[in-house]
């Protein structure tokens, strides 16, 4: 009897990481002459949400290009930053609130198994509560799948991981 193999398809967020992207950006902008005497500050206000506060939308665009690149740097989807209004903050200032999006719903769980299935790979995807499970006989089926889905460039971030 062939052994099957298989993998995981996943959508996650290094939090420490997260933590660490946080940290640069907030010396960066420390060090920076354009920010002296600026109220701009990154908070990690809890597991998935940022807030960033600013004098003003340009300077608050300013500190989210400086967050995006540290996100770069430490291996960081920026697809799983989701970007809510900005809003008027006390002081006169602005404040916008990053989500960050962990887990794949089912509607992205749904569009990867629709995309495996139209493969037309002898592979078999399974929505396993926030990830989806790929099972397959041949491994470059599987690895097929991979490249297939690592072309396809969703808007969400995605890894692979427990490749058995």
Same mark, same amino acid.
């Given at each position: 009897?062939?052994? *099957?193999?298989?993998?995981?398809?996943? $959508?996650?967020?290094?939090?420490? *990481?997260?933590?660490?992207?946080?940290?640069q950006?907030?010396? !960066?902008? +420390?060090?920076r002459?354009?920010?002296?005497?600026?109220?701009?500050?990154?908070?990690?206000? /809890?597991? !998935? %949400?940022? +807030?960033?506060? /600013?004098?003003? *939308?340009?300077? %608050?665009? $300013?500190?989210?290009?400086?967050?995006? $690149?540290?996100?770069i740097?430490?291996? %960081?989807?920026?697809? $799983?930053? *989701?970007?809510g209004?900005?809003?008027?903050?006390?002081?006169?200032?602005?404040?916008?609130?990053?989500?960050?999006?962990?887990?794949?719903?089912?509607?992205?769980?749904?569009?990867?198994?629709?995309?495996?299935?139209? /493969?037309?790979?002898?592979?078999?995807a399974?929505?396993?509560?926030?990830?989806?499970?790929? +099972?397959?006989?041949?491994?470059?089926? %599987?690895?097929?799948?991979?490249? !297939?889905?690592?072309?396809?460039?969703?808007?969400?971030?995605?890894?692979?991981?427990?490749?058995?």
């Open positions: 009897m062939a052994k *099957e193999h298989s993998f995981d398809i996943v $959508s996650d967020v290094d939090g420490q *990481e997260v933590d660490n992207a946080i940290s950006a907030v010396k !960066e902008i +420390t060090n002459y354009d920010f002296k005497g600026s109220k701009s500050s990154i908070e990690r206000t /809890s597991d !998935e %949400l940022i +807030t960033i506060i /600013s004098d003003d *939308e340009y300077k %608050l665009e $300013s500190v989210i290009d400086i967050l995006k $690149s540290k996100f740097k430490r291996g %960081l989807s920026q697809k $799983s930053m *989701e970007f209004k900005i809003e008027r903050a006390s002081g006169g200032t602005v404040r916008q609130v990053i989500t960050l999006v962990s887990g794949l719903s089912s509607e992205r769980a749904k569009k990867i198994t629709k995309l495996i299935r139209d /493969s037309g790979l002898k592979v078999k399974q929505i396993q509560n926030e990830q989806v499970r790929v +099972t397959a006989k041949s491994i470059d089926d %599987l690895q097929t799948v991979i490249q !297939e889905i690592k072309q396809k460039d969703f808007d969400f971030p995605v890894q692979f991981v427990n490749m058995r």
